[in-house]
């Protein structure tokens, strides 16, 4: 009989800090320790606290260790499983709390916890709780009952009026209200029609819907079913990119494990309705997240955007109507059917209702995924949850919505985050990547980082993004090398509105929203390094340049030995006191890595 | 699958093995799992306790888990039973033929079975 579960993260972020090797190990000791009829393992999604990682939690005590190696396998085995004994040196705690209150780990909980305590998880509520791999663990979890409650109990139209009442709005970034989305579709007669899962998520820093899908893919696959019942769909295709190998493999074996089940397929629920599943693999082009350019991939054509209309509510995939949703908005639909519209709009602003799930990256100390009600502020998002800036340096902005997204000044750092209130401070939601920047960060490097990847991932097909953002990346690179003059800044801003208007589709079209952030909030960064020719964050390379202080230098010539370039030597001069001589950089073979300064001990160089 | 009712039992029957996951129940039994009490005999106690509970279907009123030792070794294995707003109860000696007695009545009846507990002991 089980007496205790383990639960080991199974997410992409615990993965690849070791959670597979941690798996076999707490099977082997727990073999070793004759515990194999007591103690279940069981693999789940993320949990949230990635940076921590590898995240282990036992039940029924709800003990939460983090960064669990295979070493320490066998004593929580051995003390926690067999003996009852919590291993408390792998407790997870908050950092303040230490100090203060000294709770013993067995009455910890983990949702008191500054990283859980302001979150409300409904997307993620089963990511961390059950075994995504198990369907029996999703049904337990009330899962395929909105499915059951849709097709036996409402008609089409109840179902898009309880979307519609939730508020409810597409989680990609666009914000389009859901409901509105599908009763678009639904009056249009065709032979076929389609559902779209859009998991072609591709901003840098972005991982909400690759969690999504680990952790809970029988969410996505049950809401797909919910949609094609309420707009008379009865195919849907998945497009998730190649690269995310873990969530196709999870997502390919629950809809297996549905269609065995009888809950994809033919007649499900035995209410005439039939719904069929198929995943297509993106191969990771940027501009496949474009709902029109996703369907044309789909069709087996190259991922290039069409004008809209027609919209896809019309004439989408095949020229069929259809509907397209990103992962994270589907995930909330089986919990709005069953609890109901009101239970949904209750959460969240006047105009943007339920939560939001974000990806914490760059400049923070716990780096993870996070979700929480709309309305909440930056501050508690960074500062509480987020458990602030690493090394006691400053917060500086909050980038948002990846290529396409601007920034948060920190200035700005109340702002309750919902859709309206971003867009008014010339902002977006974006799909949920959030990059925290700290004092050390340049803007408009950070601007010319994201240029890069348009430039990259432009496909080609209009000329305003593609020869407007290679345009705008050139004139970045002539500013952040310090030749650019105060009639770059405003060519730069004046290219940025032509790109806008003109592009065909959203690649484009918010493409220069990063340099347009900047430059509305950071001028005088861009200004610094035009008129004064300095980085005020000393990123820049070509506007710094290390130099050897010769009367700190006591000539141990550890800088020259880490220089790659051979751009320091000796000199003839001998500090007072010191024995050796000094060395000193030769900038013009410098190639202003920083390795000199790295190694140096004795604080003689210096980065201007 | 053809039908809610199917959907149900299957609901039904994983409940049992999740609710481990759900955090702790009103009743918190806690076995003396050191080396003194597992030498003791204290694993079969504790099995015990985890098979009667799910066959009495407790298993979302009560918890089972473990703790170090108490420090009463002679008197192991013991099992403590916290109850909010209740003082706590420990039974001493425990096997599991007594465990079987003590889900019954206490657990399930709400009547401690003083002859095993400390205070009855003496």
Request: proline content about 4%; aromatic content about 6%; overall charge negative.
């Amino acid at each position: 009989m089980i007496r205790s579960h383990v639960l080991i993260c199974g997410g992409t972020g615990c993965t690849s800090s070791g959670s597979q090797t941690l798996q076999k190990a707490f099977n082997e000791n727990i073999a070793a320790f004759g515990l194999a009829e007591e103690v279940k393992l069981v693999q789940t999604g993320c949990f949230g606290l990635c940076a921590l990682g590898p995240i282990v939690i036992i039940y029924p005590d709800g003990t939460f260790y983090s960064r669990v190696t295979s070493e320490d396998v066998k004593e929580i085995v051995e003390e926690h499983l067999l003996k009852g004994r919590i291993v408390e040196r792998l407790v997870y705690r908050d950092k303040e709390a230490d100090e203060t209150v000294k709770k013993a780990a067995s009455e910890l909980s983990l949702s008191d916890t500054n990283f859980y305590k302001s979150q409300k998880r409904i997307v993620l509520r089963n990511c961390g709780v059950i075994d995504p791999d198990n369907i029996d663990e999703y049904i337990a979890m009330d899962g395929y009952a909105a499915l059951g409650k849709a097709l036996t109990e409402m008609t089409p139209e109840e179902v898009i009026k309880v979307v519609s009442d939730s508020g409810l709005r597409g989680r990609g970034g666009g914000g389009f209200p859901t409901g509105r989305k599908w009763a678009l579709c639904a009056p249009n007669k065709a032979d076929q029609k389609y559902v779209v899962c859009n998991a072609d998520e591709g901003d840098p820093g972005a991982f909400m819907d690759r969690s999504i899908l680990e952790g809970d893919p029988h969410a996505v696959i049950e809401a797909m079913a919910i949609c094609g019942y309420a707009v008379g769909a009865t195919k849907g295709y998945v497009y998730v990119r190649a690269e995310y190998p873990i969530a196709v493999t999870r997502l390919q074996h629950a809809i297996d494990q549905a269609k065995e089940y009888g809950l994809l397929g033919k007649n499900i629920f035995e209410s005439g309705f039939d719904f069929d599943l198929e995943i297509k693999l993106g191969a990771g082009a940027f501009v496949c997240g474009e709902e029109t350019a996703l369907m044309t991939s789909i069709e087996g054509n190259r991922g290039e955007p069409r004008p809209r209309p027609p919209y896809p509510a019309v004439k989408g995939l095949f020229n069929r109507p259809t509907v397209e949703n990103n992962v994270e908005t589907f995930a909330n639909i089986p919990q709005i059917i069953l609890n109901g519209a009101e239970w949904f709009s209750s959460m969240g602003t006047e105009r943007s209702k339920g939560t939001k799930v974000f990806a914490l990256g760059g400049k923070i100390e716990h780096t993870g995924l996070v979700e929480i009600p709309m309305g909440v502020t930056l501050n508690t998002i960074i500062n509480e949850i987020g458990g602030g800036i690493p090394n006691g340096k400053k917060f500086k902005a909050a980038q948002t919505g990846g290529p396409s997204g601007g920034c948060i000044p920190a200035s700005l750092i109340d702002t309750e985050v919902d859709y309206d209130n971003l867009v008014s401070i010339g902002c977006m939601m974006g799909s949920g990547g959030l990059i925290v920047m700290d004092e050390d960060n340049c803007m408009v490097d950070m601007a010319k980082f994201f240029l890069e990847f348009t430039v990259d991932e432009s496909c080609g097909k209009c000329t305003p993004c593609r020869v407007g953002t290679k345009r705008l990346l050139e004139l970045l690179d002539k500013i952040t090398q310090g030749n650019g003059t105060l009639e770059d800044i405003d060519r730069l801003e004046e290219l940025c509105n032509y790109i806008k208007q003109n592009s065909l589709c959203g690649l484009g079209q918010t493409a220069p929203n990063p340099v347009l952030a900047t430059l509305k909030f950071f001028r005088d960064e861009y200004i610094a390094h035009v008129v004064d020719k300095v980085c005020p964050a000393g990123v820049c390379k070509g506007l710094i340049n290390y130099s050897i202080d010769m009367e700190k230098c006591i000539g141990c010539g550890k800088c020259a030995k880490n220089c790659p370039a051979d751009a320091i030597t000796r000199t003839d001069y001998i500090a007072p006191g010191h024995k050796l001589a000094s060395f000193t950089i030769d900038t013009s073979k410098c190639v202003k890595c920083g390795a000199c300064v790295a190694g140096c001990k004795f604080n003689a160089i210096s980065k201007k | 699958m053809k039908s809610l009712a199917e959907l149900q039992a299957i609901k039904d029957r994983m409940k049992s093995k999740i609710v481990l996951r759900e955090g702790t129940g009103e009743i918190r039994v806690v076995v003396g799992m050191a080396t003194c009490g597992i030498a003791a005999g204290a694993r079969p106690v504790l099995n015990a306790f985890v098979e009667e509970i799910n066959a009495a279907n407790l298993y979302e009123k009560v918890t089972v888990s473990q703790t170090g030792c108490i420090g009463f070794c002679q008197l192991e294995p013991i099992v403590e039973v916290f109850e909010a707003g209740k003082e706590k109860i420990t039974y001493i000696k425990m096997t599991p033929d007594k465990v079987k007695e003590v889900v019954e009545k206490h657990l399930k009846g709400g009547n401690v079975v003083t002859e095993y507990t400390v205070a009855g002991a003496n």
